[in-house]
């Protein structure tokens, strides 16, 4: 009787012709690394290929354990030529943020070194569990998408991607794990889909959904479409994705700069970040160990806000010295307290002050407040059209995490919680909440307190 071989039925196998699929380059598991390039206009991009110990080739296809991986002959950025020396990381340092200072113009000196940070942490995509955002904030002609022209010309796959839907993205960022930079963002504010997007792609790990139409209905796709992503805009951006970003407010140039692009220098700069990203992953790799968690939980120590150090990490861990990257510690500390800043202004904070005072004046009876109270004292200091209705503070107040009960007449009453105040009282988001009022000045003609008038308003 024939019996079969396994052995011959493994060689069969994998014999196989592999799959082939379009690429612009990756890991080729732990020996190796590849990228897309064109090393003369005149000729068609192929790649380039770094394993560990051999030389630098060009190659018209590369293979891995899966595929069998054919160049893309059209993308939209600019690509490498070839892979250039760069001398130290410090060196090439220099050059990347000499070229942002020589071509955009910003306020804060230490804008140029988170800047060139991003640039370099972009090169390093599959080493972050986080992607930090960018988000250029200023009126017209503040050199908004000069900003984004530029960091797209230096960072990996700088992909600008102009007056974009979402439906024209997620495949291309899943596939390619492009930079991709949005210019006018206020043309988005009222796309659902773009929104959710961003807001997907900030986290290594997760995906965004969406329905495609087939033949037989409709079906859910998933798309990681993780990366770095810079927007500009003349608008703020929804509260959910303004918070991933590192905010940069522009303004009008006030030195000379570059009018145009120096494209050969940001070639250069491509050719020898390419380098050096070959070389880091080759070295590195992109294995989470536990010294970069316990690096992670001193970082929160030394800035206070843990979103902050997910958007700083990536960046903090490329400084080439200590002193860069205490700089950038620094401005993390500055645009964390801008921030908490900012949200003390926001519904939920005015929300709690106002619960916080009535509490003060005696509108707390038997463990209840009624909603109404509530929102009449936050109602004295706005105009008639900011007024707000018993049923949008209702809201809020649930969102604060107080419990919703019925009072007299069956008006809404929240439910005083010491336990909820004290955890409120420890975010750092409500700081300014508890912190107590200064003492009125006294005059020599007797006025009504701040109490009093908030009373008399009650009434």
């Known amino acids: ?38 090393p003369a206009t005149t000729q068609p991009p192929s790649f380039t290929v770094q394993e560990k110990g051999k030389a630098l080739v060009y190659v018209k296809e590369v293979s891995d354990n899966l595929n069998t991986h054919k160049p893309y002959q059209k993308v939209p950025w600019q690509l490498p030529t070839e892979p250039q020396n760069y001398g130290t990381q410090i060196d090439l340092w220099k050059e990347v943020s000499q070229c942002i200072y020589d071509h955009v113009d910003l306020a804060e000196e230490q804008a140029y070194t988170v800047l060139t940070a991003w640039v370099f942490a972009s090169w390093l995509l599959e080493k972050w569990m986080i992607a930090p955002y960018l988000f250029f904030f200023g009126s017209f002609a503040t050199g908004k998408t000069r900003a984004l022209e530029v960091l797209s010309r230096v960072s990996m796959r700088g992909w600008l991607a102009l007056y974009t839907t979402a439906a024209n993205i997620y495949r291309p960022l899943e596939t390619w794990k492009a930079s991709l930079f949005l210019d006018e963002a206020e043309i988005y504010g009222d796309k659902h889909e773009i929104l959710g997007l961003l ?27 993780f990366g770095f992503k810079a927007i500009a805009g003349t608008k703020e951006l929804a509260r959910t994705l303004q918070s991933r970003c590192i905010i940069f407010r522009t303004s009008q140039a006030t030195r000379k700069i570059h009018f145009f692009i120096n494209e050969q220098q940001c070639t250069q700069l491509r050719n020898k970040l390419l380098k050096w990203r070959f070389t880091t992953m080759l070295t590195e790799g992109t294995e989470l160990t536990e010294g970069v968690w316990k690096r992670g939980e001193e970082l929160v120590e030394q800035i206070g806000s843990q979103r902050e150090v997910e958007l700083f990490y990536p960046l903090i861990s490329v400084a080439p010295t200590k002193e860069i990257e205490e700089e950038l510690i620094e401005y993390a500390k500055t645009a964390s307290k801008q ?50 209705r018993e049923r949008f503070t209702s809201g809020i107040c649930s969102r604060l995490g107080f419990q919703k009960s019925k009072g007299a007449g069956g008006r809404a009453v929240i439910v005083w919680n010491e336990k909820l105040i004290e955890r409120l009282k420890k975010d750092t988001r409500y700081a300014s909440c508890f912190i107590p009022p200064l ?9 009504p307190s701040r109490a009093q008038e908030w009373k008399d308003a009650m009434h």
């Open 439 to 447: 003492p009125e000045p006294r005059s020599e003609r007797s006025l």
């Open 339 to 388: 921030k908490m800043e900012e949200l003390s202004l926001t519904t939920e904070s005015t929300c709690l002050a106002a619960i916080l005072e009535a509490k003060e004046l005696g509108y707390l009876q038997n463990g209840r407040m009624y909603v109404r109270d509530i929102t009449k004292l936050i109602n004295i200091t706005l105009t008639l059209d900011e007024q707000w």
């Open 1 to 38: 009787m024939n019996r079969l071989n396994p052995l011959r039925l493994i060689r069969a196998s994998t014999s196989q012709p592999k799959p082939t699929k379009l690429s612009v380059g990756g890991m080729l598991d732990h020996y190796g690394i590849f990228e897309l390039c064109q």
């Open 199 to 225: 807001n997907a792609s900030y986290r290594k790990g997760q995906y965004v959904c969406r329905q495609t139409e087939k033949a037989e209905g409709y079906e859910t796709e998933f798309f990681d479409c």
